[in-house]
């Protein structure tokens, strides 16, 4: 039992990137919880199925599938696992696109160990105006990142913010290894990738890393490029002010970055999001309810 404030302005969770992009990616849940409305709940981790995690509410402990069901809300059972690479980590930003579309900001979201994604930055620039993150297949690589369990009609939300500059992937956990607080090993997740390509770093030609602070990426990129600090400078809050209030800009941004010769292209996730692809693995793993499930 517990009596701390979870609100997410007393956690310093409550930045939404989409209204002040400076703050992008925003502040990612650090901690296994549930997200519901403007709390994050904690979830005591159980070497169990994450419906059977506890939940510390405010008066009792409850299972998280029982706490979900007495809300109203789909368990887990029935939810899609999304793996978060931008801000779809941040509680505050998750709570904004849901809520702001009158749908209810009830998502567990919990950190996993992830093998074989990179993050790096997308090869475009948002409708906020920031540069936002993407994956990219690094099969070295080992990522905690946040996974989030979407409803149906969240997902479909999700979607919605996202397209047509990110498609959607489902990544088999056979071949990207994800695994749970508990132990546990995801079966497969989606994840979101930029239809624009992954930003080079124009010294090693690599994914130029992503997930760092928005002022020093936009800074950078001003400070190798005269085309963009002519566009879109002096400074990034001159860049986000003015790429956020005209998408021509925006689109002539973009241009820049690939005429800088910046934009590496996303091949890696196109066999995970072809038609066979996803009934391959659906066929493999999905039982009766519709979900992703665990394999253990």
């Known amino acids: 039992m517990t009596t701390k404030d979870r609100s997410l302005a007393a956690l310093g969770l409550d930045d939404v990137p989409a209204r002040q992009p400076l703050t992008y990616p925003g502040r990612p849940t650090p901690e296994p919880a549930l997200l519901t409305g403007d709390e994050l709940l904690q979830l005591d981790v159980r070497p169990l199925r994450l419906g059977e995690w506890f939940v510390e509410e405010q008066q009792e402990q409850q299972r998280l599938d029982e706490a979900l069901a007495e809300l109203g809300q789909v368990v887990t059972g029935r939810r899609h696992p999304v793996i978060a690479v931008g ?5 505050g930003q998750v709570a904004h696109k849901l809520t702001r579309l009158g749908i209810p900001a009830t998502v567990p979201m919990v950190p996993v160990r992830v093998h074989g994604i990179g993050v790096g930055c997308s090869g475009h620039i948002s409708p906020a105006g920031y540069v936002a993150g993407t994956p990219y297949v690094d099969r070295g690589a080992e990522t905690t990142l946040v996974v989030a369990w979407l409803d149906s009609t969240q997902l479909k939300a999700v979607d919605d913010t996202e397209f047509p500059d990110y498609r959607r992937a489902i990544l088999p956990g056979g071949e990207f290894e994800m695994t749970m607080p508990s132990g546990e090993r995801l079966g497969g997740a ?21 997930g760092g602070d928005q002022s020093e990426l936009l800074a950078a990129l001003l400070g190798s490029s005269a085309r963009l600090r002519e566009l879109l ?20 941004g973009t241009l820049v970055f690939g005429e800088e010769g910046w934009v590496l292209p996303q091949t890696e ?5 072809d038609d066979a692809a996803a009934l391959r693995l659906y066929d493999d793993l999905q039982p009766l309810d519709g979900s992703l499930p665990y394999r253990a």
């Open 269 to 273: 996730f196109l066999p995970y999001v």
């Open 190 to 210: 989606y994840i979101y990738f930029s239809a624009h390509g992954v930003l080079a770093d124009p010294v090693t030609g690599l994914p130029r890393p992503g």
């Open 87 to 91: 801000s779809n980590a941040s509680p």
């Open 233 to 252: 400078g002096p400074d990034p809050a001159a860049w986000v002010r003015r790429a956020g209030a005209d998408r021509e800009l925006r689109e002539r």
